[in-house]
Structure formats: structure tokens, C-alpha cells
């Protein structure tokens, strides 16, 4: 038997029974969409807390459980087994490539590195103290001034041109903003590294002296990026939706994407984690923060806790703690104060009431900065890292929504309690 819901008006006595959707997992989904016809009632669902936005078959999590699948591959395999440019493959075509297949993506992908050269005086507008993620913003937007031989959306092979290009630029654009910010000349990618590998030649290497891209750093920013690469419908991907369900330019798309990520709600949280774990200095003063993020009257939150699906263990977090461990014995201080205050500050929250009534964990910000900093990257660029690794979850969730046959333009519907039919008064006679 069909599963459905029965809504009762209580004033008029109407009622409607609206079909439940049952996805291949995760909770079920009242389909609503008959609602205002035939009631003539909305919803209201500010933030999204209670509604689905779409169908999508690219990434799955079970909040309760702390899972994430992308394509069904559990996170935690791809992160030990896969590399970036495969993952990336995988959430844009469905399935894990054959040999051949990666070897002719990845073909693609290197041919698309460069940026077109007038691109780069963009770059002079900026001030050399501009975040990176201004800077992003507006370089990756204008890119839709560039490349008007695939800005057909209907058309298969555009879409594909314009996402490759995305996944392929983004990392130089990524590392011109860095080398703009401490006054050092671009770097042109290097076709014979590595996705990573590339983005640290280019962000580290300088004209005057050889750089030797360290294969550790290369293989945890894989890690890393791999861990950031989706996340379903948060709230730069639903922006990135929203964007394209008007038809928008997909480098505008994700340019809108970027800006939505920079919020310190979001994925601005990683930048933030660095800023409040070097204000707390000491676990002395642990107590002492703790105490603020559970006063109310306090707008200082624990950065890095809490998620909006995760009411257990971010299973992001937990492959980049340990990965912390790895990373810093490599290449940073096996006891970096950071990470020692860190996992102190996890022990304290994790067993405070407050937090765990609350069912507040550390989510992928609260770790990822720490190995970002042992690779030598700065606290500004941390978000530009997260939107390099976001821009494959975002140009796939775009490519899935475009070709959905229920997909229409997101035009969401309001509670009006504002005024109604006031008489102007000229200003003479305003009091
Ligand atoms: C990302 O959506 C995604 O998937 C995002 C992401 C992705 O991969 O795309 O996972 C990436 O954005 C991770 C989240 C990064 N942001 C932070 O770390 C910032 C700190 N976290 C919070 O701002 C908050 O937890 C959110 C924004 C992440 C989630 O907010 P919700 O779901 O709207 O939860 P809420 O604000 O309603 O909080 C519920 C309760 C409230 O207390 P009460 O009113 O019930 O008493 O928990 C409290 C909140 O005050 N709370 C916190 C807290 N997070 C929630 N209190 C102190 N510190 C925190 N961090």
C-alpha cells in the first residue's frame, strides 16, 4: 500500500493526503507540492530544518550514525584507497573510472590548468590585504566573461566543459590568490604533478629556486580535500541549486557557492577553529570558553562543533584527527600546542552536559586547520582550500539538478506580517 500523510484543516474541515516519499535510505519525505493548491496553506520551515530540497543520488548521511557515502562508498575507504581526481570522477559520473577512464580524465582536467593570461590582472584590482576568499569570489565570477563556447546549460557537452574547467582552475585561481596576498609572482600549474601536488607547486614554489613538492604533504591535502568534497545539501550547495535553477552561468553558480562557504557558520568555521583555539591559548582558559559558548547572552559559539546533520561524531572529523597525529609527525611538531588544546577542548566539550544534551560534536572544521597549518598553508587560505575540494561537490550537485525533470526555479513563498494599504504622507507633514 501507498504510504501517505492526512492533513486536517481544523477551520475549513478540508483535508488532503499527501504521498510520503521512501528514498533508497534516510528519513522519508512528504511530498507537499499539491499543499497550497489545494489548501490554500503553506509551510514554514526557516533554515530548512524539516525539508527535503530535491532528489539526489550523490551523497549520502546518516546524521544519527555519523555515515557519509559519496556514491555509496563509505568516506572512510575512498579517504585510505581513492586520491582526488578519482573521487572526483566518481561524484560526477556515479561510478569509480576504469584505468582508461581516469587516465582520460585526468588528461582533461591537466589541459584545462592555466587561466587565461588576462585573468591574472583581475588579480591587480585587489588589495594585497583582501581575503583569498574575496578574491575567489570575484575571480572565479568573472570567468564567465571568458568562456562563451559552452554557456548552452541544455547542452550535455557544455555542462561537461564548464565543470571541468571549474575542477581544473579553481586550484590555480586558488594559488594566484595566495601568491597576490604575500606579493610573490604567480606560478604556472605543472602539468606532470599531481591535482594536490600542483596546488602546492603553485602556492609554494617561487622562480628562483627549485620546489620539491613533499609527497607526504601531497597525499594528507588528498586526504583532506578528498573528506571536503561533498556534503549533500548544505547550505553553498543548495546556493549553488538555487543559482542554477534560473538558468545562471555555472562559473556564476559557483562563484555564488564560494560566498555562501565563506560564512563562519560554514565552512569559513576551519579559519575561524585556528583564530578561537590561538584566543584560548592555554587549557587553562578551556572552562573559561566553554562557559561563553553555552551562555546565550554571549554570541561566542565553540567553532567547529555542532552540525545541522550530525547528531553523533562527524565521520570527517574523526579520519582527520587521526590523520593530525600523522601529519604532524611528519611534518609539523608532534606536539603542537594547537592539537594538544584542541583534542583537550574536544575531551572538556565531549563531556559537558550542555554539549551532549545537545548532541554537539566537532564536524570537519574543527580538525582541518591544524593540518593545514603543518602544511605550511595560512589561516586565510583555509576556507580556499575547503572550496577547491567543494567545487566537485558543487559542479556534480549542479550538473544532477539541471537534468532533473522536477526542477523548477527556486522561488521559496512567505509569512507576510508586515503593513498593508498605508496612505502616503507627504514629508511636510510627517511628524
Ligand atoms: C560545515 O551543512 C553541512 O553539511 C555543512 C558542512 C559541509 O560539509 O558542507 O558540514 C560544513 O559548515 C560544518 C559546520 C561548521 N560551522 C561551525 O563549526 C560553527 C559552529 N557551529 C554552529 O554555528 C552550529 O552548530 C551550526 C551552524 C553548525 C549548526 O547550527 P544549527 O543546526 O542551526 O543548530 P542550532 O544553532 O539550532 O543549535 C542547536 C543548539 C542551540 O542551543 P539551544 O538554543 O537549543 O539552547 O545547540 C547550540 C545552539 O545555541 N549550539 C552551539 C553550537 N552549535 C550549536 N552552542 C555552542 N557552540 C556551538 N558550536
Known sequence: MKRFVTLTDNQTGQSIELPVLEGQAGSPAIDIRTLYRELGLLTYDPGFLSTSSCRSKITYIDGEQGILQYRGYPIET???????????????????????????????????????????????????????MAVMVGVVGSLS???????????????????????????????????????????????????CANLLHMMFAVPCEEYIVDPVASRALN????????????????????????????????????????????????????????????????????????????????????????????PRAKVLRSMCHEVLDKLGDPNDPLFELALRLEEHAL??????????YPNVDFYSGIIYKALGIPTNMFTVMFAIARTVGWVSQWMEMITDPEQKIGRPHQVYEGHLNREYVEIEKRV
Open 78 to 132: 575512498l579517504a585510505q584507497k581513492s586520491h582526488f581526481l578519482e573521487v572526483a570522477y566518481l561524484l560526477l559520473h556515479g561510478d569509480l573510472p576504469t584505468q582508461e577512464e581516469l587516465e582520460a580524465f585526468t588528461a582533461v582536467i591537466r589541459g584545462h590548468t592555466m587561466i587565461n593570461e588576462s585573468l591574472k590582472r583581475f588579480y591587480d584590482g585587489f588589495y594585497h590585504n583582501a581575503h583569498p
Open 223 to 314: 586526504m583532506v580535500f578528498m573528506l571536503h568534497m561533498d556534503h549533500e545539501q548544505n547550505a553553498s550547495t543548495s546556493t549553488v541549486r538555487l543559482t542554477g535553477s534560473s538558468g545562471a552561468d555555472p562559473f556564476a553558480c559557483i562563484a555564488a557557492g564560494i560566498a555562501a562557504l565563506w560564512g563562519p557558520a560554514h565552512g569559513g568555521a576551519n579559519e575561524a577553529v585556528l583564530n578561537m583555539l590561538e584566543e584560548i591559548g592555554d587549557v587553562g582558559n578551556i572552562d573559561k570558553y566553554l562557559a561563553r559558548a553555552k551562555d546565550k547572552a554571549d554570541p561566542f559559539r565553540l567553532m567547529g562543533f555542532g552540525h545541522r546533520i550530525y547528531k553523533n561524531y562527524d
Open 351 to 360: 563531556s559537558d552536559d550542555y554539549f551532549i544534551e545537545r548532541k554537539l
Open 145 to 195: 566573461s571568458f568562456y562563451h563556447d559552452s554557456t548552452d546549460i541544455l547542452n550535455p557537452r557544455h555542462r561537461e566543459i564548464a565543470a571541468y574547467r571549474l575542477i581544473a582552475k579553481i586550484p590555480t585561481i586558488a594559488a594566484a590568490s595566495y601568491k597576490h596576498s604575500i606579493g610573490e609572482p604567480f606560478v604556472y600549474p605543472r602539468n606532470d604533478l599531481g591535482y
